[in-house]
């Protein structure tokens, strides 16, 4: 995907401030401890489309609005996934700002996670 350089700038700058975790070790992750939640923050088209199985959905555009809502544990590990990693390096980022300490962008995103054949469905 083409991105624009002031958003490239905006991820490169939060990716300074944030934890990121590969497929495998998201997939590592999650086996040791099922209650990590694995948070897709994509747009709901892009849900609606196809994601992890065991993943909640709480989009970009809402994230801040309703994360203390859906996890009100900032202690709660979780996880974050968009399409290729560059969104959720920014939800990583606000979710910080907001006193989540345990979160953490997946690396290569929702496409990372078909290439390494991750258990998909679509719909909800």
Not at 12 to 30: G, H, Q
Not at 103 to 116: D, F, N, P, T
Request: hydrophobic share 40%; aromatic share 6%; charged share 25%.
């Amino acid at each position: 995907m083409d991105h624009s350089p002031g958003f490239l700038n905006l991820v490169n700058d939060a990716k300074k401030r944030i934890s990121e975790v590969s497929v495998a070790e998201a997939r590592a992750r999650l086996a040791a401890n099922p209650k990590i939640v694995l948070l897709d923050v994509r747009e709901d088209h892009e849900w609606q489309a196809g994601h992890a199985v065991e993943a909640a959905h709480l989009s970009k555009g809402i994230l801040e609005r309703d994360l203390e809502k859906r996890f009100p544990d900032a202690k709660t590990q979780i996880i974050m996934y968009c399409g290729g990693g560059y969104r959720s390096a920014l939800t990583c980022d606000a979710a910080q700002q907001m006193g989540y300490r345990n979160v953490h962008s997946l690396i290569g995103g929702y496409r990372g996670m078909v290439a390494a054949g991750w258990p998909m469905k679509s719909g909800e």
